[in-house]
């Protein structure tokens, strides 16, 4: 999905599943190996690195006041931060974001599975640099 919407690089935090696991490397249909993928077990260096990169931090977040048909500024080099779906980011990410947005749901809803919120914010930021 990241390669799909044009991303730089995929950086994973946290203690998650191994992406060269042969389910991960299916599921990225070929986008393994050709977008650079780092872990880093700490979020709080990763948010550090994105930083010192210049890049402007935005966190998914289901409850954040702004949506992504309201957010400011998501033409800046960004790291879209997306928590796991069970639990969302942790609040000491969410705090250290530069901001959050939204997916805006407009029927009854409650949520979107992870792999489709990221699908919409990702290509919400590509949609704004198309003419």
Known sequence: MADAAGADAVLLTGDGVDVH???CVRASTGSLFHLPVAVERDPAAALAACSRAGLR???AHGHA???LTTADDLESPTAWLFGNEAHGLPD???AAADTAV???LHGRAESLNLATAAAVCLYA???RHSP
């Open 21 to 23: 696991n042969g389910k």
């Open 57 to 59: 931090t935005v966190a």
């Open 65 to 67: 006041a702004s949506d």
């Open 92 to 94: 000491e990410v969410l």
């Open 102 to 104: 939204r997916v805006p």
């Open 125 to 127: 930021r590509v949609l």
